[in-house]
């Protein structure tokens, strides 16, 4: 199962993996299962983090790679999708992360069931 990582499990992975449920924190676990941390998320904490909004020490690249996940950069297939998609979530985000799911057959692991809205698969963070 290919699992791209919403913004706030991805936090949870690397600084607080009790808050992710078994069977996301197995399927993570998992070295079959290829994990992806989306460019988005990288803008969107590092935005928040300039905001004041939240505190990230971390180096964010070493974090990805320290966890063996995948860097999922955007494309303009990923942006044409994003912009297509019907306005049922209003974070960009979070419309991008459910555009690379769909484009690129991953599985969006995320607490946000709104997002199942657009017809992606998730699991449940």
Same mark, same amino acid.
């Given at each position: 199962?290919?699992?791209?990582l ?14 992710l ?14 994990? @992806?941390?989306?460019? $988005?998320?990288?803008?969107? +904490? !590092?935005?928040?983090? #300039? *905001? &004041?909004? %939240? ?11 320290? @966890?063996?996940?995948? $860097?999922?950069?955007?494309? +303009? !297939?990923?942006?044409? #999708? *994003? &912009?297509? %998609? ?38 449940t963070?």
């Amino acid at each position: 199962m290919k699992l791209l990582l919403d913004t706030h499990v991805f936090l949870w992975c690397v600084s607080d993996p009790d808050q992710l449920s078994d069977d996301a924190r197995e399927r993570i676990a998992d070295p079959t299962n290829p994990v @992806a941390f989306s460019a $988005a998320s990288a803008w969107e +904490i !590092a935005i928040k983090m #300039a *905001a &004041g909004k %939240l505190a990230f020490d971390a180096d964010l690249p070493r974090a990805v790679s320290d @966890a063996s996940f995948q $860097a999922l950069p955007i494309s +303009i !297939a990923h942006a044409l #999708a *994003a &912009g297509a %998609l019907p306005p049922l979530h209003r974070d960009p985000f979070d419309r991008m992360l459910v555009a690379q799911a769909k484009t690129d057959g991953w599985t969006l692991v995320t607490r946000d069931q709104q997002l199942a809205k657009y017809g992606v698969p998730v699991l449940t963070a």
